[in-house]
């Protein structure tokens, strides 16, 4: 995407990634983590403001920092490293309320076209997977790695 995102530090594994936000309220660690669920090659991502006592993240708090499309774009420029390295990966995306899905959504919306060169994405409405739609509520997305077509 052509926003502009943080840096961000890599885990050995591809699957834990930091970043720090930088705006309104100063600077606040970000983490984002990649898990494995009980279904093969599907993975939950997980993102929110790193607690700096647990290491964990906290996805509850809202830190309104005034830099949530280039923090969105960052989250998003993780995809590519984390499916270089698992590239049958199906990546499952949520907010922690419908508030946080709804900022997804258009955070996807926004940047459709480009996304939809290197993945495909679904959004999850009344229970079934369908092609994403702007201006679609969606519960949940689901995020594949297109695969390179050598015809």
């Given amino acids: 995407m ?5 840096p961000v530090i890599t885990g050995e594994t591809s699957m834990v ?3 720090t936000s930088e705006g309104l309220h100063g600077s606040i660690p970000k983490l984002i983590i990649y ?7 599907f993975y939950n991502l997980g993102f929110g403001d790193k607690d700096e006592i647990t290491g964990q993240i906290d996805d509850e708090i809202v830190t309104n920092n005034g830099d949530s499309e280039k923090v969105l774009a960052t989250v ?4 590519y490293i ?3 390295k698992f590239p049958d990966a199906m990546v499952f995306a949520t907010g922690s309320t419908k508030a946080r899905t709804r900022l997804y959504r258009i955070g996807i919306s926004n940047n459709l076209i480009e996304i939809q060169e290197d993945f495909e994405i679904y959004g999850l409405a009344e229970n079934k997977w369908q092609n994403f739609q702007k201006q679609t509520a969606y519960e949940a997305f689901l995020i594949v790695q297109k695969k390179i077509d050598l015809k």
């Fill in 2 to 6: 052509k926003i502009v995102k943080y």
């Fill in 17 to 19: 990634f930091e970043f």
């Fill in 35 to 41: 898990s494995e669920t009980h279904l093969r090659n």
């Fill in 76 to 79: 998003a420029s993780t995809l």
């Fill in 82 to 84: 984390f499916m270089e």
